[in-house]
């Protein structure tokens, strides 16, 4: 038996007697005069840093003092001196061992998560309330899929993903989005981002060498396709979407877009510009990759269904439940047109062999019950709540603030007075007051005035009382650097 009195691990003794051997053997190289010293010291920072676990058994005195090549009263010397310090203990005919009272100053993994550090107010946008992320929902439905998974449902998925999964996707989306979705071409993904690092590999293999970005847009689009060897190319937006006269002009072949909700300008893509986006699609045998990022929360009328509905051929669609349950599922989807079906499954299964096995049927069985458009209807309440509180914070707090964009999605663009520019000196007095704001001018590669303010704000995460604090703050941070300015 072990002090402790647990039975000894043997793959504990093992290591004990491999570590002592590498850690111990510069300590007896030292002079005969210091070599009992060195060997107490490298015994000790051994246990220090960990590499001797507490638990562990040590060599008896007569094997290690051989394996080192000194005598068995050195060994026993700083056994004896290391126990009565507390770093070993010693039971007669059990052995030496590390004791359990030193806490070995082991490194921790850093956390490098993207989220503001010791924020006042945190207005960032993209992520949604993870106060919200339905656990006990969550629980049972995991709970009643670990007893019902066969066994050998746990093997190596299809990669495309579990049928019963991009079943009741292609149900959820057909029904919700009016999406064209055939189960067959419906491929579960690990979140928007690696469906669009496949759609970059597969297009870049076929010889596609740039890619069509909305301008302002997500810098994290153009930074995905760029690692998969593609160029952005930016394409300006005017007040009905992206612009078609420039996007013909651009002679690029596939464009990413948000019609349903564009990011960051909030605006929804007119009717008679998604006509002329998929009349460019036909006419060049182009691409255009829609992130429906957003689009299930509308919040002043139906949304408008997704573009690819109108022509799944030309169309690839994506979308996660990133913002409706949490974006650390890692669970989205990918509907592909036939032409790029089979790359792209085949790239998926040789990029991770599919998603794991037990999450897909989770999310399954949160779909097919139900839980899922409750988990909807929830976050559309409370996520409109927080919208009406930020525009009338802002119109208290930033009088003559222009909110653009439809009553949809979780950000809004602030337009502020120009009494409270330039810009720099704005964002710069809210950094310093712990105000975590994001600029319209960091999504674009347009030229930017610096003299109106116009900020992208987040809120979903944010609580309304939260949201009319953080923007009072941020007026009283502007305002006091305005007065000593």
């Excluded at 402790?4 to 030292?30: C, F, I, K, Q, Y």
């Excluded at 071409?185 to 979140?191: D, E, F, N, T």
């Excluded at 420039?246 to 006509?275: C, D, E």
């Excluded at 960091?442 to 003299?451: E, H, Q």
Aim: hydrophobic share 45%; proline share 7%.
């Amino acid at each position: 038996m072990t002090p402790s009195g647990t039975n000894p691990d043997p793959s504990a003794t093992a290591a004990g007697r491999a570590g002592a051997w590498e850690m111990l053997l510069p300590a007896v190289s030292a002079p005969p005069r210091a070599r009992g010293r060195a060997l107490q010291a490298a015994l000790r920072e051994a246990v220090r840093s960990g590499r001797f676990a507490p638990g562990t058994r040590l060599p008896a005195s007569r094997e290690l003092a051989a394996d080192l090549g000194v005598s068995r009263g050195l060994v026993t010397e700083a056994y004896e001196q290391l126990t009565a310090e507390g770093y070993l203990r010693s039971d007669r005919g059990a052995g030496t061992w590390v004791g359990g009272a030193v806490r070995a100053a082991l490194p921790h993994a850093r956390d490098l998560a993207p989220r503001p550090v010791g924020a006042v107010a945190d207005f960032l946008p993209g992520t949604p309330d993870l106060s919200l992320f339905p656990r006990a929902a969550w629980s049972v439905a995991q709970r009643a899929v670990l007893a019902e998974l066969p066994h050998h449902a746990l093997g190596y998925p299809d990669p495309r993903g579990l049928p019963r999964l991009r079943t009741a996707l292609a149900e959820l989306l057909t029904r919700r989005r009016g999406v064209v979705a055939d189960p067959e071409r419906v491929i579960v993904v690990s979140g928007v981002a690696q469906a669009a690092t496949l759609l970059g590999i597969v297009l870049h293999a076929r010889g596609t060498r740039a890619v069509g970005m909305e301008d302002p847009g997500s810098p994290e689009h153009e930074t995905l396709y760029a690692s998969a060897g593609l160029d952005a190319v930016p394409l300006p937006l005017d007040d009905e979407g992206l612009d078609t006269g420039a996007l013909r002009a651009s002679g690029v072949g596939v464009v990413v877009t948000t019609p349903a909700h564009q990011f960051p300008t909030g605006i929804a893509y007119s009717a008679r510009r998604r006509a002329e986006l998929l009349d460019w699609a036909r006419a060049v045998d182009g691409l255009v990759v829609e992130d429906d990022y957003d689009g299930d929360f509308r919040y002043d009328r139906a949304p408008v269904g997704a573009l690819q509905g109108l022509d799944p051929e030309h169309v690839a669609y994506t979308g996660s439940v990133s913002k409706s349950l949490a974006p650390g599922l890692r669970l989205g989807w990918l509907l592909v047109p036939a032409s790029l079906a089979e790359e792209v499954v085949e790239r998926k299964r040789t990029m991770d062999l599919g998603n794991p096995v037990v999450d897909q049927a989770l999310l399954a069985r949160f779909v097919e019950r139900g839980d899922y458009d409750r988990q909807l209807r929830r976050c559309r309440r409370e996520y409109r709540e927080r919208r009406d509180a930020l525009v009338a914070a802002l119109a208290e707090h930033f009088p003559g603030t222009e909110v653009s964009g439809i009553a949809a999605g979780l950000h809004v663009i602030a337009a502020l007075p120009s009494r409270y520019g330039p810009a720099g000196r704005f964002l710069a007095s809210a950094a310093s007051a712990g105000i975590a704001v994001r600029a319209l001018r960091s999504c674009t590669r347009a030229p930017s005035s610096d003299v109106v303010v116009r900020l992208v704000l987040g809120y979903a995460h944010v609580s309304p009382a939260r949201i009319r604090e953080g923007v009072q703050a941020m007026a009283a941070a502007t305002a006091d650097r305005h007065a000593c300015g």
